[in-house]
């Protein structure tokens, strides 16, 4: 089973920051990695797909990078509505999606 | 608009049993695979089962393996999840997603990617 460690799992920071999240497989997963947000009481909503695939609809402050088993979530300028829970989920495994753990990003 | 609406949700006793629903509108899920995911109080989102496209295979986590079967019903374009043997560690939102592919044209798929999720339906297993 392909493992997937986010870090930080939370983090704090001020409006209109840089962030950052990392996401490591425990081994290559070839690109097949996602990004989700979930604020609390709703279901998850991608963000990048991909790696590096911005979901439609979504703000373009949302950035995703890496390769092989190194990924990274940017938000380039921070939003009150940024805050929620991020995940990230590899695909590349079939049938078994795995999540990270999770991180939590507060203002 | 496309959606999907999980219910069948409730109290149970343990060893007991239910049959979640996640029945789709606006678009054919037997075109897609669609996976059911939970997620226990203030933790995070655990794979659990997976349908692919055309209901042609299945798969369940070692964590629910033997206990929990997932199966579809083009006519009433709805997956379910047969929940049996239910233990208080099963308690959870339960949430179903659709699984679409990002294909290129040579046929080579590039990502898949939960698009389209429920809102949940919570699954409490207490005597």
């Known amino acids: 089973d392909i493992q997937m460690t986010q870090s930080p799992s939370s983090l704090s920071a001020s409006i209109g920051d840089r962030v950052t999240i990392t996401c490591r497989a425990s081994q290559t997963i070839n690109n097949f990695l996602n990004w989700y947000q979930q604020k609390p009481g709703k279901a998850p909503k991608v963000l990048i797909y991909g790696t590096s695939n911005l979901q439609s609809g979504v703000p373009s402050r949302f950035s995703g990078s890496g390769s092989g088993t190194d990924f990274t979530l940017t938000i380039t300028s921070l939003q009150p509505e940024d805050v929620a829970i991020y995940y990230c989920q590899q695909t590349y495994s079939i049938p078994m999606y795995t999540f990270g753990q999770g991180t939590r990003l507060e203002i | 608009e496309e959606q999907l609406v999980e219910s069948g949700g409730g109290l149970v006793q343990p060893g007991g049993s239910l049959r979640l629903s996640c029945a789709a509108s606006?678009?054919?899920?037997?075109?897609?695979?669609v996976i059911w995911v939970r997620q226990t109080p203030g933790k995070g989102l655990e794979w659990l089962s997976h349908i692919r496209s055309g209901n042609t295979s299945i798969y369940h986590a070692d964590s629910v393996k033997g206990r929990f079967s997932i199966f579809g019903d083009k006519a009433k374009n709805s997956v379910f999840l047969e929940m049996n043997s239910l233990r208080v560690e099963d308690t959870a939102v339960y949430y179903c997603a659709r699984v679409t592919r990002w294909e290129q044209p040579t046929g080579t798929i590039r990502a898949r990617f939960c698009d389209l999720w429920g809102r949940g339906t919570l699954v409490s297993v207490s005597s």
């Open positions: 606006g678009f054919a899920l037997k075109n897609y695979g």
